[in-house]
């Protein structure tokens, strides 16, 4: 590698022809913050912007196949893992990433295609529980996806919040973002094993964006990448989101997507708009923001 190379993070998911998430949200996010995007391919939708008709995974040698050789030729400064489509997959890739642990990795996981298109949906879930959570540096997930994360079968009694991040945190991960939409805001908590490290709150807009978890996950990697910690990540990151998601577009008859490359196309008024709007303010708690 050059001196001049961007940091290279290598990311697994599903191919999304929209743009709007998978690996083509990853790789437009990544170059937007600097870093160059290296893909393995889980598998492929066949949708468009309103809805998604069919999801289908790749082989899990295929996909193992794919990172080692990538692995094997460009030196890796971080990880994103997003949609895998069975657990099988899921193994594979937590077998290749175990021999790697000084590789920072953030997980963000996708349950909502599970009922239509996932067979073994308790399968998928324990498989990421048992062999991801506890090699991930940051997991992001929405309150659905940590409950399940922390009690994978279904037919258990369902855990708190709470003890259902503790009980991650104790697996060995080491930060949970936990992502929280209401009516008109986002609130997204950071956790450590020490306890609440920082919140950060944003107007939700009017539109529905696709590809927000995705593109937080990608922005967390690209900044873990380019040396920052990573409570600092995540504030910065979710920063890099909310600008993305105010200039959202509509390119068909569907879902708004994130412009990732907002800052290319501002002005100067804009930026004394920006500036303006999204000053923070101090809401009384360490380390917490509003936007």
């Avoid at 949200?25 to 937007?32: F, K, Y």
Wanted: with cysteine; hydrophobic share 40%; net charge negative.
């Amino acid at each position: 590698m050059t001196g001049d190379s961007p940091p290279i993070v290598l990311t697994f998911g599903l191919s999304d022809p929209t743009g709007g998430s998978g690996l083509q949200a990853d790789l437009l996010t990544l170059a937007s913050m600097g870093c160059h995007g290296a893909t393995v391919l889980t598998g492929y939708a066949v949708r468009d912007s309103a809805s998604c008709d069919e999801v289908n995974g790749l082989d899990p040698d295929a996909v193992a196949t794919q990172a080692r050789m990538l692995l094997e030729d460009m030196p890796v400064a971080a990880f994103k893992i997003g949609a895998a489509t069975r657990a099988e997959v899921v193994s594979a890739i937590a077998e290749v990433v175990s021999d790697y642990d000084d590789v920072p990795l953030i997980l963000a996981p996708d349950f909502t295609l599970d009922d239509e298109h996932v067979l073994s949906a308790d399968e998928l879930r324990e498989s990421l529980a048992d062999l991801l959570v506890p090699q991930t540096t940051m997991l992001i997930a929405d309150h659905a996806t940590l409950l399940q994360l922390a009690q994978p079968d279904s037919d258990a009694e369902a855990p708190t919040l709470d003890s259902a991040i503790s009980h991650i945190l104790s697996q060995g991960c080491e930060y949970v973002l936990a992502m929280e939409t209401g009516t008109h805001r986002h609130v997204n908590t950071l956790y450590s094993e020490e306890g609440q490290v920082r919140q950060d709150m944003w107007d939700r807009g009017l539109h529905r964006v696709m590809g927000l978890t995705d593109t937080l996950g990608a922005a967390v990697a690209a900044l873990l990448a380019n040396g920052q910690e990573p409570a600092e990540a995540a504030r910065e990151a979710q920063e890099y989101v909310f600008q993305a998601a105010r200039a959202a577009f509509r390119p068909g008859m569907g879902a708004y997507l994130p412009d990732r490359f907002f800052w290319a196309r501002s002005n100067d008024a804009d930026d004394e708009t920006d500036a303006s709007a999204l000053s923070d303010e101090s809401a009384g708690l360490p380390g917490e923001a509003r936007h």
